[in-house]
C-alpha cells in the first residue's frame, strides 16, 4: 500500500535551534518527494522538490535529504525562526501520475 | 506573476444547500487540483485536469460534489447538497506537468452549520 508516514506530529523548539523533520514513504515507483510549508490558513508553499537521483537539497536554512533506497527524507531547518512555525508536509508523486501526501508536522517555534 | 486565486476565501452555509468554489490556475499550467484539507491532514485530491479533460476524479464524491474546468483554464467545485461533514479547507493548485511544481491557493474555508 502506498503511503507517506511523518514525524513527528508535532514539535516545539526554541528560536535559534536546529531541528529535523522525519518522511517515510512506501510509494513505488517513486518519481519525485517534495517538502511543502503551510502557514496556517494559508496554501502549501513549495520548499524543495527532489529526485531518486538527489540526495540533498537546500533552499536557504531548509535542507532536505532524500535516502531512496530505505525510503526516507528528511527535512532540516537550522538556526529557526519564528516565522518558521507552519505545517511540513512531506508529498511523493507515484509514476508521474498521483500524490500521496503525509498528513504533515506541525512546527511552533517559541521565542 | 500572479498565483492561484481562488473565491470566496471564507463560506458558511446551512446543511442542505449549495456551495460553489472558484479557481483561476497560473496562466499556462495545463493541470489543474482540487484537494480537501481537514484540520490537521494533509490534502486530499478530489479531482485532477489535465487541460480541459478530468483525468483523475475516483476521489470525487460523485453523488453530491461537481467540477468543470471550461476551455481548460478556470475552474468551479460545486457540492449540492452540502453536508455537515463537508466542513474543511479546499484547495486549488495547478501546474505547468504533472511532474513539476505544484502551486497552491490559498483555499476556500467551508463551514457547514
Known amino acids: 500500500k502506498n503511503q507517506v508516514e511523518q514525524s513527528p506530529q508535532s514539535l516545539i523548539i526554541l528560536e535559534g535551534k536546529n531541528c529535523t523533520l522525519q518522511?517515510?514513504?512506501?510509494?513505488?515507483?517513486?518519481?519525485?518527494l517534495r517538502w511543502y510549508k503551510q502557514d496556517t490558513g494559508r496554501g502549501p508553499v513549495s520548499l524543495t522538490i527532489?529526485?531518486?537521483?538527489?540526495n540533498t537539497k537546500s533552499n536557504g536554512r531548509y535542507t532536505a535529504t532524500l535516502d531512496a533506497d530505505t525510503k526516507q527524507s528528511s527535512l532540516h531547518i537550522t538556526a529557526s525562526q519564528l516565522s518558521d512555525s507552519a505545517s511540513y508536509i512531506c508529498?511523493?508523486?507515484?509514476?508521474?501520475?498521483?500524490?500521496?501526501f503525509g498528513s504533515g508536522t506541525k512546527l511552533n517555534v517559541k521565542p | 506573476e500572479a498565483g492561484v486565486v481562488q473565491s470566496p476565501r471564507y463560506k458558511i452555509i446551512e446543511k442542505k444547500q449549495p456551495v460553489a468554489f472558484w479557481c483561476n490556475p497560473i496562466?499556462?499550467?495545463?493541470?489543474l487540483y482540487w484537494y480537501l484539507q481537514n484540520l490537521g491532514q494533509g490534502p486530499e485530491l478530489l479531482i485532477r485536469?489535465?487541460?480541459?479533460?478530468?483525468?483523475?476524479d475516483s476521489q470525487l464524491p460523485k453523488d453530491r460534489f461537481s467540477a468543470e474546468r471550461l476551455k481548460g483554464v478556470d475552474s468551479t467545485l460545486k457540492i449540492q447538497p452540502a453536508e455537515l461533514g463537508d466542513s474543511a479547507v479546499y484547495l486549488c493548485?495547478?501546474?505547468?506537468?504533472?511532474?513539476?511544481?505544484?502551486?497552491f491557493g490559498q483555499g476556500t474555508r467551508l463551514t457547514v452549520v
Open positions: 493548485a495547478s501546474s505547468a506537468l504533472m511532474n513539476t511544481e505544484a502551486f
Open positions: 518522511c517515510n514513504y512506501t510509494v513505488s515507483p517513486f518519481s519525485n
Open positions: 527532489m529526485t531518486f537521483s538527489e
Open positions: 508529498v511523493v508523486l507515484y509514476n508521474f501520475n498521483k500524490f500521496y
Open positions: 496562466s499556462g499550467h495545463n493541470t
Open positions: 485536469y489535465e487541460n480541459e479533460e478530468a483525468v483523475d
